[in-house]
């Protein structure tokens, strides 16, 4: 089993700042790469930011230079800086993995957190 829980998240005003957090658990034998995706009503899921394990980072455009995706592989944690929010950052944020778990040889697969909301009013 792998296990990925969220925490952080909420109600800020615009401008303002958030930090978000996810970690692994579970028989996971590589952790490739961990990142996070946004839902807002109404629209499809969308990358906001990866990192992979060799410290490589990308972001979406809307998010460039106000979000820092940072990752932590000695406790399989990664983490969302969120500064200068705007209104149109109010989704559900969901983390992801990419990894290899203990025993299934070198089948990568995706999973993912159970999302957090992250409202910025104007």
């Known amino acids: 089993q792998v296990h990925l829980v969220q925490s952080g998240g909420g109600l800020v005003q615009a401008g303002g700042s958030l930090r978000l957090s996810c970690a692994t658990s579970?028989?996971?034998?590589?952790?490739?790469?961990m990142g996070w995706y946004r839902q807002a009503p109404g629209k499809e899921r969308e990358l906001v930011a990866t990192?992979?394990?060799?410290?490589?980072?990308n972001y979406a455009d809307s998010v460039e230079g106000r979000f820092t995706i940072s990752g932590d592989n000695a406790k399989n944690t990664v983490y969302l800086q969120m500064n200068s929010l705007k209104p149109g950052d109010t989704a559900v944020y969901y983390c992801?993995?990419?990894?290899?778990?203990?025993?299934?040889?070198?089948?990568?697969?995706?999973?993912w957190g159970q999302g957090t909301q992250v409202t910025v009013s104007s």
């Open positions: 992801y993995a990419k990894l290899i778990r203990l025993g299934y040889g070198k089948v990568e697969n995706d999973y």
């Open positions: 990192v992979t394990s060799g410290g490589s980072t």
């Open positions: 579970g028989s996971i034998f590589r952790t490739n790469a």
